[in-house]
C-alpha cells in the first residue's frame, strides 16, 4: 500500500533537547510539507520541499530545520530555539510542485510533548 | 494571509443540511477543501480551480466565487460520518503559497 509514515507516533522530550521527526512516503511525489497543528489555529506550514536537495521555509520556520537527501524522506528537526514546541505534527506529500492544484496526502502525525 | 472560516463550530441532527464558509482577503487561484477527525491525519475532498466548475464529493459540494475570494462548502443530509473538523486551504497563484484557514468543527448528533 502506498501511503506516507510517521514516527514516532508520540514523542516527549525535554526542554533543550533536539529532536527528529521522521516523515517517509512511497507514493513517488516530488513535494513534501510539514505542518505544525495547535488547537484552534489550524494548520500552519513550517517547510516544504519541491525537489530533492532543496527546500523552502514556510511560516513559522524559527526554530526548526530539515533535509531532503532522498525523495522519499523529509525529516524534520525540532531544535532547542524553538520556544513552544509542543504540537501536533503532520507530514504531507503531493505528486507535483505546485500546491495551488494538487492534492496533498498527509501522514498520522506526530505528537510531540516538551517536559 | 490565513483564510477565515465561519461558522467556527455546528451540531447538526442527522439529516440536516450544513455550509461553512471560507473568505480571503487575496484573490484566490484554488481553494481545497479537507477533512479530519478527531486525532487523525486530515483527508482531501475536493479542489476547485479558478474558473472551474463546483465540485461534488458524495453529498458534499461546494462552490468558488472568485470575485468575492469565497468557498463555500455544502454538506446535504448529514451522516454521523460528517463529524470532524472541516479546513480550507487556499492558493493566490500556482506555486506554493498555500494557506490553511482555522477550521470548522462539525458534530453530527443521531
Known amino acids: 500500500d502506498g501511503g506516507i509514515t510517521q514516527s514516532p507516533k508520540y514523542l516527549f522530550r525535554k526542554e533543550g533537547q533536539n529532536v527528529t521527526l521522521s516523515c517517509e512516503q512511497n507514493?513517488?511525489?516530488?513535494?513534501m510539507y510539514w505542518y505544525r497543528q495547535d488547537p484552534g489555529q489550524g494548520l500552519r506550514l513550517i517547510y516544504y520541499?519541491?525537489?530533492?536537495?532543496?527546500?523552502q521555509k514556510g511560516d513559522i520556520a524559527e526554530g526548526y530545520s530539515v533535509s531532503r537527501e532522498k525523495k522519499e524522506s523529509f525529516p524534520l528537526t525540532v531544535t532547542s530555539a524553538q520556544k513552544n514546541p509542543t504540537a501536533f505534527y503532520l507530514c504531507?506529500?503531493?505528486?507535483?510542485?505546485?500546491?495551488?492544484?494538487?492534492?496533498?496526502?498527509f501522514g498520522p502525525g506526530t505528537r510531540l510533548t516538551v517536559l | 494571509q490565513q483564510p477565515v472560516q465561519s461558522p467556527q463550530a455546528v451540531i447538526l441532527r442527522e439529516g440536516e443540511d450544513a455550509v461553512i464558509n471560507c473568505s480571503s482577503s487575496?484573490?484566490?487561484?484554488?481553494v481545497h477543501w479537507y477533512r479530519q477527525k478527531h486525532g487523525e491525519a486530515p483527508v482531501f475532498l475536493m479542489i476547485?480551480?479558478?474558473?472551474?466548475e463546483q465540485m461534488r464529493h458524495e453529498k458534499i459540494s461546494a462552490s468558488f466565487n472568485e470575485k468575492k475570494q469565497q468557498s463555500s462548502l455544502y454538506l446535504t443530509a448529514s451522516q454521523l460520518s460528517y463529524s470532524g473538523t472541516y479546513f480550507c486551504g487556499t492558493a493566490t497563484n500556482t506555486g506554493n503559497q498555500f494557506y490553511f484557514g482555522t477550521g470548522t468543527s462539525l458534530t453530527v448528533i443521531p
Open positions: 487575496k484573490a484566490l487561484y484554488s
Open positions: 520541499s519541491q525537489i530533492v536537495n532543496d527546500f
Open positions: 504531507a506529500s503531493s505528486i507535483g510542485a505546485g500546491s495551488a492544484y494538487n492534492e496533498q496526502f
Open positions: 476547485l480551480l479558478k474558473g472551474g
Open positions: 507514493l513517488n511525489h516530488d513535494a
